[in-house]
Each structure stands twice: as C-alpha cells, then as structure tokens.
C-alpha cells in the first residue's frame, strides 16, 4: 500500500506532540554572554522561527558543566539556575508561538576552542584532533591534544549531562537531545581512530557506543518517563567531513541497535545530503538504517531545504521529522513560505552568519 505520510501532518515524539514534521536543526550561535546566559536577541532568534511556521525548534548546543563541556566562547550554558532562568523565557515565547523547543546539550570533548572554565581539554584517548580550529566561531590554528579522561572523569561527564537535562526540565522545555555527533565528546568516543582506549569504553563497535547509552538511560531515569530524550548521530565531524564508519552498515547495527534500547524516543540523524547512501555497499540512506535497526523515531537532516527532498524523506519512511539549518537560517518562514507555495531564499552565509563565516565549514 502507498505510504500516505505527508510533511504537514502532526507526529510525535516520546511526549511531545509535533503540529507538522519540519523542525529547525540545532545551530550553534556564540552570542550569549561571557556567562553563557541567553539574551533577549536571542529568544527574538527563536521566536521567529516559531512565528514562521516551524513546529520545533531544537537550540543550539549547550555546555553541560562547569569543567570541560564547554566548546566556544560565549556560548549558552545550562548549568546554573540563572542559565535556566535565561533560557526560560526564551521557552516561554516559543510556546507562546505555538512551536516546541528542544534543548541540545553538548560536551565539546577534544573540539573545544574556548572555554572559560578550563584550559585543557579531554577525550577518550590523547589523540589530537584532525584539522584547524573553526574560523567561524572565532578560532585558529590546530586544535590542542586532548588528556585522556579518567573513569572518574567519565562519570563526572554523565553526572554533568544528568544535571543539565533535568535543568532543561525545570526551564521548561518539551525535551533534550543529546549532542552525539559531529566528533564532539561522545562522537569522540563513538569513532574508532580518536578513541583508542583499552577498557570497556574502547575497542569493539558495542563498547565505543557504551556511553552514550550510558548517558541516555541516566538522564531517563533521572528526568521521568514524561520528558523526551534523543540523541545526534553523524558520521562526518566538523574537522573531518569525509569520515565513515569503517564497519558499515554492521556499525550501524550496532550503534542503531544500543541507542533503540537506551530509553530514548528518536535518533537524529545528519549526513551532508541525508538521502544519499550512508555507505558504498548499499543504496540505504544512513536515516533508513537508524529506523530499520533502532526502531524508534528518526529525525534526517541534511540539505532537505528542498521541500521535494524533504518530503520524499517522509514518503519513502526514512524518518518521521525533518530539520534544517542552513535553509532556515534564509527562511525563518519556511514552513508558512512552502505551505502558501512561495519562493524560498538561497543561504548566502554572509548575510546570516559571523563575516568571517565559510561555507564549507556547515558541510556536515
Ligand atoms: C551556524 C551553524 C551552527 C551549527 N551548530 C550546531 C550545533 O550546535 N549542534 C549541532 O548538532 N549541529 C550544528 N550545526 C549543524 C546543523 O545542525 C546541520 O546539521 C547542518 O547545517 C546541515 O544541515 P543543513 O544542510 O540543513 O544546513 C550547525 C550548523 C550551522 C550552519
């Protein structure tokens, strides 16, 4: 029978109940304050992307402890209560605008290149990252070695991720999403060459996915059934677009398998054109291996801001939702341009972005 799923229909995910299936993509700013608190241009930030039609809005990443969580600076925290109190009233008028609002939450691992807390950073092994700090986000030059973290340090980690989702609770936001992806601290630990450990967090493909399980089901247990929890996979980096997983669609198995039995209620997935193979041995998408072998919800994203592209993602089954950065990034209106059938603008990154922004920087 014909799939009848169609892009503007309401879906839900864990708790939260969706008005459509198009939602914005979690898009780091840097333009909170030294303190990490969320402005008022900020909330206005959101609250247009609510007034142009989207029906969730996932936040940009933010830190998670006072250690080493934090990846740039000026970027928003959720780690005391004024940080929440911040964001609540970003919350507050994104609900009022009729959209839902998830809070991701980061740990830049090895990736930092700026934070107020630490000079050092760590990672599950002391690997030095591949590549350049972001230019967009006001770095430079190669990225400092890592120390590798202690078992302490791991369950520090957890611990932090622990606290800042129930902060996120209390702030009032429909749900968190764990930032997985992107070669941040738990993709880090996720990818094969930057995690060279010999414990039980190391080696096999199980044991470099076993804490980001571990972080999901301690933020279920501690938040409660009635919160939803996801979780950001890719397989690219931002300082290594070109990455794959080396065992292919069995990798996806297996880390599709472990998260689908974490407690969580969607993955969501980001390739660069999130309907193309995720792998050279076949033609499914890597959106379509999250559901096949996750079994829960899957949000793609990836160059969707075709609305064809997207809507095929939905008709084909490859995901219940979608998000887009870059295209909502020109059209805060998205949603009410493609429902009414008018012309999108194209992203041109100097109008939207820091001026020193490069494109090729967003290609994950
Ligand atoms: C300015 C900017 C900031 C971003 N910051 C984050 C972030 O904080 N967390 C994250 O998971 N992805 C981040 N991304 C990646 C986007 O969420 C998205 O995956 C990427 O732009 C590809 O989707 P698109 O083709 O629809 O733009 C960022 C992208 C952009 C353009």
Do not use: C
């Not at 000079?119 to 350049?132: F, L």
């Not at 993709?187 to 080696?203: A, P």
């Not at 592209?309 to 295209?327: F, H, P, S, W």
């Amino acid at each position: 029978m014909a799939n009848t799923k169609s892009l503007f229909e309401t879906v839900t995910l864990g708790k939260t109940t969706l008005d459509h299936r198009v939602g914005v993509s979690p898009m780091t700013r840097i333009s909170a304050t030294s303190e990490g608190l969320v402005t008022d241009q900020m909330g206005s930030y959101y609250t247009s992307f609510a007034r142009g039609g989207f029906g969730l809005i996932i936040t940009e990443g933010n830190y998670i402890d006072d250690k080493y969580s934090q990846t740039y600076f000026d970027q928003s925290g959720i780690v005391y209560d004024n940080q929440v109190q911040a964001w609540k009233k970003t919350v507050d008028a994104v609900h009022q605008e009729g959209a839902k609002i998830f809070m991701q939450l980061q740990h830049s691992g090895a990736i930092s290149q700026g934070n107020r807390f630490v000079q050092e950073t760590i990672a599950p092994s002391a690997v030095q990252p591949k590549g350049e700090q972001l230019a967009m986000y006001l770095g430079e030059g190669p990225f400092q070695t890592p120390r590798e973290a202690t078992r302490g340090e791991i369950q520090e980690v957890i611990n932090g991720f622990v606290h800042a989702a129930k902060n996120a609770k209390s702030a009032g936001f429909d749900g968190i999403e764990i930032h997985g992806a992107n070669g941040y601290l738990l993709d880090g630990f996720l990818t094969d060459y930057t995690n060279q450990r010999t414990d039980e967090y190391g080696g096999s493909t199980g044991n470099r996915v076993r804490l980001l399980v571990e972080v999901a089901k301690a933020i279920r247990e501690a938040v409660g059934k009635d919160f939803t929890i996801g979780i950001r996979i890719s397989q690219a980096k931002v300082n290594d677009y070109a990455h794959k997983w080396a065992g292919g669609e069995q990798d996806a198995e297996i880390i599709f398998g472990q998260l689908g039995q974490a407690g969580l209620d969607y993955v969501h997935v980001t390739e660069h054109k999130a309907w193309e193979p995720a792998f050279d041995t076949s033609e499914a998408s890597l959106a379509s291996l999250a559901k096949k072998y996750g079994n829960i919800p899957v949000i793609a994203n990836g160059h969707l801001e075709n609305p064809d592209k997207a809507r095929e993602m939905i008709k084909n089954d490859e995901a219940d939702v979608v998000t887009l950065g870059k295209g909502a990034l020109a059209n805060h209106d998205w949603v009410n341009k493609v429902k009414n059938g008018e012309p999108l603008a194209a992203f041109k990154p100097e109008e939207v972005l820091r001026p020193n922004a490069k494109i090729k920087e967003f290609e994950v």
